[in-house]
């Protein structure tokens, strides 16, 4: 079988489908490395796009990258790229060059932008140099900057992913405890339906309950309440309508919605720490807060499907401790106006030498760092793709003006050392911090 090497986008991957060919083929591993070598040769030769940023150089970074300026920009990117085979890559680090980390930190709606550059500033208080090498300082003149990009922004509204409800349902004959949560679930699932959600009991003068709870809005089948009065009416029409009106008369009403884990984890901790006993909709205890959290983290987060504003995004670029602060903050923004060309942005640098915010407050940092928030429109009606392949692109730019500032940085990539990703919080914990850290699993799954 014929193996077409130009349709793997990356060096890495070009060089493992040529080494398991070789081998189903019977033949040796070293012939197929030698002749990878030969068509990568080829490759870089015709211009080709066959090492680290494969397609992306089009559309890297700066959405339709095809149109004005910023596709020749593009192009040149994954041309340089090429001329950096991974042999020369892992040799330079090996020798010392330091790895080029561009990290995509958050996006923000419009309305985000002011406390963003706050924190980049450090409360005004540090330089910020814009797009067009403008200082500004002090809170006035980044108070301008969102009204000078407003007309970048989307303004979408954010998704409503949690609503906070109340029901009160009139007094009935109940024989225990877990006979009220019963029924209490019973009218709650009659109106929610397939929605999860959590509560707590008050019991009232007269017999009659009032709970108190939050609820996920998107259903299994993708059907949104907005979690308010209008949301209410659907509620209660379906419980009307259902054979649990039978058991005992029930109000709904919702009283505010919020977007995303956080707010539902804080919420839910909020609810935990009010009442003494909160249960799930499978009659699950919410003993504490911790167990709060973990529910919106672990079992609702996959049915919010949260949609956020993303009218700006923040990045970060960083270097080892003692790297020359000035040579990396001409390599910054180096790569902000070779990368973001057309957009506008912002972007202040974080040395632990002048930082204003203590170590104990989470500044002065001993590795030198800078802050940039872009927008993601460009005035020409271009926004910005992030993709892997773009994140891959932005690396090996920065690492590409950090040596030309005089910086040993190279773009690296966790599947050329065969490491897998570490482990996030939400899969281990750290049980032993004497010698050797040692974790334990925090799912039921098998390891």
Request: proline share 3%; hydrophobic share 35%; aromatic share 6%.
């Amino acid at each position: 079988m014929e193996i077409f090497f130009g349709a793997f986008t990356s060096e890495w991957e070009q060089r493992r489908a040529a080494l398991l060919h070789e081998m189903s083929s019977g033949g040796r591993g070293a012939s197929a490395e030698e002749e990878m070598r030969k068509r990568l040769k080829q490759l870089a030769q015709l211009g080709a796009t066959g090492g680290g940023g494969g397609s992306s150089g089009a559309s890297g970074g700066r959405g339709s990258a095809s149109k004005g300026r910023a596709a020749p920009r593009a192009q040149a990117t994954s041309a340089t790229t090429v001329t950096r085979p991974m042999e020369a890559r892992l040799a330079a680090v090996a020798k010392g060059s330091q790895p080029a980390v561009v990290k995509m930190a958050s996006y923000g709606g419009g309305a985000r932008v002011g406390a963003m550059l706050n924190y980049v500033s450090r409360g005004g208080e540090l330089k910020v140099e814009n797009e067009s090498g403008r200082i500004l300082e002090g809170r006035k003149e980044l108070a301008r900057i969102r009204g000078d990009w407003e007309h970048l922004f989307q303004n979408r509204a954010e998704s409503r992913d949690i609503g906070s409800f109340s029901v009160e349902i009139a007094a009935s004959d109940v024989a225990s405890e877990e006979a009220l949560h019963e029924q209490v679930r019973s009218t709650l699932t009659s109106g929610f339906g397939d929605r999860r959600y959590a509560y707590a009991i008050a019991k009232n003068d007269g017999g009659s309950v009032t709970v108190q709870g939050l609820v996920v809005l998107r259903s299994g089948q993708g059907e949104r309440l907005t979690g308010d009065v209008k949301a209410a009416g659907i509620i209660q029409g379906r419980y009307d309508a259902s054979a649990a009106v039978g058991e005992a008369a029930a109000k709904f009403s919702f009283h505010g919605y919020g977007n995303g884990v956080e707010f539902g984890a804080s919420r839910l901790r909020g609810l935990v720490d009010r009442h003494d006993d909160v249960r799930d909709d499978r009659g699950q205890p919410i003993a504490n807060e911790k167990v709060a959290g973990d529910l919106v983290q672990k079992e609702w987060r996959g049915e919010l499907h949260s949609r956020k504003s993303r009218d700006v995004m923040h990045v970060i670029m960083s270097a080892r401790a003692g790297t020359d602060v000035a040579a990396f903050e001409g390599a910054v923004r180096d790569f902000l106006a070779h990368q973001f060309a057309g957009h506008r942005y912002v972007f202040a640098m974080h040395d632990p030498a002048s930082d204003p915010k203590e170590a104990e407050e989470g500044g002065k940092r001993p590795h030198v760092h800078a802050h940039a928030i872009v927008a993601m429109k460009s005035d020409s009606g271009d926004r910005i793709q992030t993709t892997p392949a773009v994140f891959r692109e932005w690396r090996s730019v920065m690492a590409e003006k950090a040596r030309e500032h005089g910086i040993e940085m190279e773009m690296t990539d966790r599947r050329e050392f065969a490491a897998p990703p570490a482990f996030t919080r939400t899969q281990v914990r750290p049980v032993s911090r004497e010698g050797r850290t040692e974790h334990v699993g925090t799912s039921g799954r098998p390891g």
